[in-house]
């Protein structure tokens, strides 16, 4: 899976607008980036297209790799760590509270 799959990247936001997300992105992080412990007023679901990353949620870390799946409820506190080759995930975002 490459974050350059435009056809992918389609299917991942359609499919994501279906489940009520209004919002999708391509984010990119470099190399050793560690982002301390925070929450965002969206709900997310995301999968890891280039790279790696550790999420640390509720005490455990969770180490994702290119394809592999993540998703954060609204107001979620956790940590990011991006891996020695950085980071590139399609992220879906619902900005509206139910």
Known sequence: MSVFDEAGFARFGQQA????????IVR????EV??????HSFKVQAVVVEGSMLLSLSGAACELDAGSKFSLDF??????RYGPKGAVYW????????
Not at 28 to 31: G, H, L, Q, S, Y
Not at 34 to 39: A, E, G, S, V
């Open 17 to 24: 607008k279906q489940l009520g997300f209004d919002e999708v």
């Open 28 to 31: 990119r992080w470099d190399p």
């Open 34 to 39: 560690f982002i301390d412990t925070h929450t």
């Open 75 to 80: 107001d979620t506190p956790h940590a990011e």
């Open 91 to 98: 992220v879906a975002r619902r900005n509206q509270r139910p």
